[in-house]
């Protein structure tokens, strides 16, 4: 993985000692909190309803064990014992006072770590599949592409006065896992006929109240041109983007308003001016960061075979974990471990210091030291031999940690909702926590089969539930949380907003009426390999209106 | 001089330091009076007559909007003194862009000024993105500017102006010059 | 009218806290300062931007509370919840006896 070379650490020093005076002076009241609110966003500091939060960038989603450890002995130090994995490969501490983010920002740094662009109107944290340099399906590693666009969009003398907030997803695999077409830009790295490196690239995706599927603007861009394209998208919406409503302000209005081949043509012009600029990327730059990302020497494991077939007859419950949360490893003898963080009732993404330092230590023994966070609000071990992988789920069990629920109808995605977040109109994690109850008895996960469920406490959709396959909206109406549902969503190379399916339901109803949905669902499905999405894209909204309304449905 | 006055008062800062500034501005070339240097609103400036502009004996820069075109400016650059970019509010980030065209892609030799709301954090921004001079009356940023505190980081991830290439680092990389 | 009461988060580490009948900006609603005609909310108001400005809080807001059962009760979710902290069990626990797994 990636590492500090001295210009990184120098630079991210520097605005650790910036801050650090930023924050001296808003204590002593030489700076008024209209000033320093800038400030402190740019630090990825926000004021939630019971303390400030500081969310911490994980960039594209890699950790090592030493990083992990650091993250869990802040969340002990400094915070209450626990920190939230977010839907962007950050993590986010709830508590902390303000007079103590510049040490936690000082020991970050010590562990090549900072939460700069965690917030702001600039180039967030850019994310990537959680399987990148593992999994069996991918074409090319996509982080040292992210890398690339992390150092070159650090604090950018031209766009850090955006719009608004702008995301970029890399995926090096066809089944997409970075949801790229629901960002402001999407890379799809693969390669041409001749081999050579490029992406896909898409624009003008996005959540939030106006719910957008990106276009595909380029199918080939060569790699070479990575930040000369990127920089010309950034420009012309810098330029034109809306800046008189901060509702219609994320590129996805700028490329529904203008048209996406009137779009495609700017960012085209813009292009061929800047593509022989000082942005070129030489191919020498490129293998140096991609040295970082060499995937790691895995020893040959065969045994491993052998002995997984036979620890899987033993225990039912391994059996299962495997089933579901391992996923096949380029390397025939290892697998993608995905660690739930969604214990059954539990909080989503929610993990304790102990629990991030007892992933540590499995890393470093049992995955090459690496660790990764998924938009999914889950970690996963991208290494691990088959041989291990029973030591490795007895350790897990050991603090909660070995759910067999990987991609299952318990393992739902949840934004903070009105618990903690100032913006939010809902509450989310209880939904879940009750959702993740009913549903919680492994046969009858197991029976549902796949199936994603996404919460969100406001239009904002930090949980992504406009692309969940059953998505969740939380709303207040008259002082009362009302929930409305949508169907059909989805985020991966398929990308799909749900449909409303209608009124919404109150705290009390939304469990039932979730039920209802999944009980449609199963008596109407081909058989267990129809999943949820699939017998919703033959049937319909229709069944499930009737199942949820009555025969006199309001769609009629 | 009170205290307030002189913190409100707008100054004209450059990578040298403060300095005197000879423009006004004016809504029209009439009612500059005989100022020998005046910044006009973009329409005014593109309805003076192509002789005018060429002929006289005064400075007339002009002033660009946010929202306004540089497109109308871009065959007119070797004969503009000045183009002053507003920043209405510190986070109206437009003018960086335009600010990059200029000087990066059309070689505007001229003045390239920053007015507005300019705040020590952005200073650093402006001067890369191509500002030679900065508009400033916030008392934090005249204060930070009159002491050479910068805020600037030892570093840069992007090329930028009155950056060099660090010999044999990354080329997107970027150190202070000189 | 309702009672209206001000509320606001801490400077220094941005608990929620609510302004005293004494004067004092506490941890609790309970004592809190009443407003219950326009000239007691200008109070408050010219109370909040004072704490404001003197960098005590942040965040200060006029919230609508009732008397309940000898109880200050916030009529918005959203302030009962900066009252009583999240509704869930957000404390980590100690490691479970059973594993998620087989407790289900």
């Known amino acids: 993985m990636y590492r500090y070379d001295e210009f990184d650490h120098a630079f991210v020093a520097a605005r650790v000692e910036q801050f650090k005076d930023q924050v001296q002076r808003r204590l002593s009241g030489e700076l008024t909190e209209d000033q320093f609110k800038p400030l402190r966003l740019m630090n990825g500091v926000y004021l939630q309803l019971h303390a400030?939060?500081?969310?911490?960038?994980?960039?594209?989603?890699?950790?090592?064990?030493?990083?992990?450890?650091?993250?869990?002995?802040?969340?002990?130090?400094?915070?209450?014992?626990?920190?939230?994995?977010?839907?962007?490969?950050?993590?986010?501490?709830?508590?902390?006072?303000?007079?103590?983010?510049?040490?936690?920002?000082?020991?970050?740094?010590?562990?090549?770590?900072?939460?700069?662009?965690?917030?702001?109107?600039?180039?967030?944290?850019?994310?990537?599949?959680?399987?990148?340099?593992?999994?069996?399906?991918?074409?090319?590693d996509p982080r040292p592409f992210a890398e690339i666009l992390r150092q070159w969009s650090s604090l950018h003398p031209e766009f850090s006065f955006l719009p608004r907030k702008f995301k970029i997803a890399v995926t090096g695999a066809e089944h997409d896992r970075a949801a790229i077409q629901t960002h402001d830009i999407g890379l799809h790295l693969k390669k041409n006929a001749a081999g050579e490196l490029g992406f896909g690239v898409y624009i003008g995706g996005g959540q939030g109240r106006t719910p957008m599927v990106a276009k595909n603007i380029r199918d080939f861009l060569p790699a070479e041109d990575l930040l000369s394209y990127t920089t010309a998208i950034v420009r012309v919406y810098n330029l034109h983007g809306r800046r008189d409503n901060k509702y219609k302000a994320r590129i996805k209005i700028l490329v529904h308003e203008t048209g996406t081949e009137e779009l495609t043509r700017q960012i085209e012009a813009e292009w061929r001016a800047l593509k022989e600029s000082d942005l070129k990327l030489p191919q020498g730059d490129i293998n140096a960061i991609d040295t970082y990302f060499r995937p790691p020497v895995l020893p040959e494991r065969p045994e491993g075979w052998g002995t997984?077939?036979?620890?899987?007859?033993?225990?039912?419950?391994?059996?299962?974990?495997?089933?579901?949360?391992?996923?096949?490893?380029?390397?025939?003898?290892?697998?993608?471990?995905?660690?739930?963080?969604?214990?059954?009732?539990?909080?989503?993404?929610?993990?304790?210091?102990?629990?991030?330092?007892?992933?540590?230590?499995?890393?470093?023994?049992?995955?090459?030291?690496?660790?990764?966070?998924?938009?999914?609000?889950?970690?996963?071990?991208?290494?691990v031999a088959l041989a291990d992988l029973r030591t490795v789920y007895d350790l897990l069990l050991t603090d909660g940690l070995a759910t067999a629920n990987a991609g299952l109808i318990t393992d739902i995605i949840a934004c903070p909702g009105l618990d903690y977040c100032a913006l939010a109109n809902a509450r989310s994690i209880p939904v879940a926590q009750r959702i993740s109850e009913r549903f919680g008895a492994p046969a009858r996960q197991s029976e549902i089969g796949d199936l994603k469920i996404k919460i969100s406490g406001c239009i904002n959709a930090c949980g992504h539930h406009h692309v969940g396959h059953i998505g969740i909206l939380g709303v207040e109406k008259k002082g009362e949380e009302l929930y409305q549902i949508t169907l059909g969503g989805s985020a991966d190379e398929i990308t799909t907003v749900g449909e409303i399916?209608?009124?919404?339901?109150?705290?009390?109803?939304?469990?039932?009426?979730?039920?209802?949905?999944?009980?449609?669902?199963?008596?109407?499905?081909t058989g267990r390999q129809e999943n949820f999405l699939a017998a919703y894209r033959r049937v319909g909204a229709a069944p499930f209106k009737e199942a949820l309304y009555g025969p006199v449905s309001r769609a009629a | 001089m009170s205290e307030t006055t002189e913190q409100n008062e707008k100054q004209l800062w450059?990578?040298?330091?403060?300095?005197?500034?000879?423009?006004?501005?004016?809504?029209?070339?009439?009612?500059?009076?005989?100022?020998?240097?005046?910044?006009?609103?973009?329409?005014?400036?593109?309805?003076?007559?192509?002789?005018?502009?060429?002929?006289?004996?005064?400075?007339?820069?002009?002033?660009?909007?946010?929202?306004?075109?540089?497109?109308?400016?871009?065959?007119?650059?070797?004969?503009?003194?000045?183009?002053?970019?507003?920043?209405?509010?510190?986070?109206?980030?437009?003018?960086?862009?335009?600010?990059?065209?200029?000087?990066?892609?059309?070689?505007?030799?001229?003045?390239?000024?920053a007015v507005g709301d300019v705040l020590i954090d952005q200073v650093v921004f402006m001067l890369r993105a191509g500002f030679?001079?900065?508009?400033?009356?916030?008392?934090?940023?005249?204060?930070?500017?009159?002491?050479?505190?910068l805020h600037d980081t030892p570093g840069y991830y992007q090329p930028g102006r009155g950056s060099a290439q660090t010999a044999g680092g990354y080329s997107w990389r970027r150190t202070p010059a000189g | 009218m309702t009672i209206k009461v001000l509320t606001a988060n801490r400077l220094t580490d941005g608990e929620a806290v609510w302004l005293g009948a004494d004067g004092e900006w506490r941890e609790t609603i309970e004592g809190a300062l009443l407003a219950r005609d326009a000239e007691a909310v200008a109070a408050l108001e010219s109370a909040g931007k004072a704490a404001l400005g003197a960098n005590l809080v942040v965040d200060v807001n006029l919230i609508d509370v009732e008397e309940r059962g000898g109880e200050l009760y916030p009529l918005r979710l959203r302030e009962r919840i900066r009252l009583s902290g999240p509704t869930i069990d957000f404390e980590p626990r100690k490691k479970p006896e059973n594993s998620a797994v087989s407790a289900a």
Request: aromatic share 6%; hydrophobic share 40%; proline share 5%.
């Open chain 2, 132 to 149: 030679d001079t900065l508009q400033v009356s916030n008392p934090i940023a005249l204060e930070r500017l009159n002491a050479s505190d």
């Open chain 1, 501 to 525: 399916t209608g009124r919404g339901f109150s705290s009390e109803e939304v469990v039932d009426a979730i039920e209802k949905i999944v009980d449609t669902y199963l008596g109407l499905r």
């Open chain 1, 52 to 140: 400030y939060m500081l969310r911490v960038a994980v960039p594209y989603g890699t950790l090592s064990a030493k990083q992990m450890r650091k993250l869990g002995s802040i969340a002990r130090v400094y915070d209450r014992g626990y920190g939230h994995f977010t839907t962007r490969q950050n993590i986010q501490y709830n508590w902390p006072a303000l007079g103590d983010i510049p040490k936690i920002l000082d020991e970050l740094a010590e562990v090549e770590m900072h939460a700069m662009q965690t917030s702001g109107n600039c180039i967030r944290n850019v994310t990537a599949d959680h399987f990148a340099g593992a999994a069996a399906d991918e074409v090319a």
């Open chain 1, 308 to 383: 997984l077939a036979v620890a899987k007859r033993a225990d039912a419950g391994f059996a299962a974990w495997v089933d579901q949360n391992v996923t096949p490893h380029r390397h025939p003898d290892y697998g993608v471990v995905t660690i739930s963080l969604k214990p059954i009732g539990g909080i989503p993404g929610d993990a304790s210091a102990e629990q991030m330092e007892l992933v540590a230590d499995i890393a470093e023994k049992f995955s090459q030291d690496e660790i990764r966070v998924s938009h999914e609000q889950n970690l996963v071990l991208p290494h």
């Open chain 2, 14 to 113: 450059g990578r040298e330091g403060f300095r005197n500034d000879p423009y006004i501005e004016a809504e029209s070339l009439d009612a500059a009076g005989d100022a020998p240097a005046v910044i006009l609103p973009l329409a005014a400036w593109l309805g003076l007559d192509d002789d005018i502009r060429r002929t006289s004996n005064r400075r007339i820069g002009v002033m660009v909007a946010p929202g306004e075109d540089i497109e109308p400016l871009l065959d007119k650059l070797d004969t503009i003194p000045l183009i002053a970019l507003q920043f209405p509010a510190f986070n109206d980030g437009r003018s960086y862009s335009k600010a990059e065209l200029l000087k990066g892609r059309h070689g505007f030799s001229g003045e390239l000024r």
